[in-house]
């Protein structure tokens, strides 16, 4: 999955094979399909925290652009990215409708 797959209406959730702990500022995060750990800070850990239910990009844009100083059009690039990376290390899953 590429920045440019991802809409403001695609799905996501945090992958279930996870372990997490949310330290409040960051979360440190465990896949245990590769063994690797992975930590997230400020907006990236305010993102995990909207994945850990099925939610839209477009909601998490949303909760960002509230949260911090950033403009739509910037946060939604970014946050395509992130969610890219995050992805790439299956640590999201896509949901369809329906799922």
């Known amino acids: 999955m590429t920045a440019h797959t991802i809409s403001d209406k695609t799905t996501l959730v945090a992958a279930c094979d996870l ?16 063994g690797v750990y992975y930590g997230l ?10 994945l850990q239910t099925p939610v839209t990009v477009g909601a998490i844009c949303d909760e ?10 910037r946060c939604e690039r970014d946050v ?6 995050l992805a790439s290390h299956e640590l999201v899953e896509i949901r369809e409708l329906g799922d």
Request: charged share 25%; with cysteine.
């Open 80 to 85: 395509r990215a992130f969610i890219a990376e």
């Open 19 to 34: 372990l997490t702990n949310d330290f409040g500022s960051e979360f440190v995060i465990l896949n245990l399909r590769d």
């Open 64 to 73: 960002v652009v509230s949260e911090y100083e950033v403009t739509q059009p």
């Open 41 to 50: 800070e400020d907006v990236g850990a305010s993102i995990w925290r909207c």
